[in-house]
């Protein structure tokens, strides 16, 4: 099981690295990836690591007042 979610975060951080250099650091498409990867880490135990990128992807939706993408609280 470990090993697949090693093969998932290579993949993963490949993915991102495109989609942010092509789609920007806030883009919906950009957030979902960021958290598969906090997701993969998490379940290898990189806790530290998974929480830093889950709290980075809070910030790019709900903390980004600049974002073309910002969501909306009610």
């Known amino acids: 099981?470990?090993?697949?979610?090693?093969?998932?975060?290579?993949?993963?951080?490949?993915?991102?690295?495109k989609i942010k250099r092509r789609?920007?650091?806030?883009?919906?498409?950009?957030?979902?990836s960021m958290n598969?990867?906090?997701?993969?880490?998490?379940?290898?135990?990189?806790y530290e690591e998974a929480e830093a990128l889950h709290r980075e992807t809070y910030h790019n939706t709900i903390g980004n007042k600049k974002s073309k993408y910002q969501i909306h609280r009610r």
Request: charged share 35%; aromatic share 8%; no cysteine.
């Open 23 to 32: 789609l920007g650091d806030d883009h919906p498409g950009t957030l979902t």
């Open 36 to 46: 598969h990867l906090a997701n993969a880490l998490y379940e290898q135990g990189k």
């Open 1 to 17: 099981k470990e090993g697949k979610y090693k093969e998932a975060e290579a993949l993963y951080r490949e993915t991102l690295k």
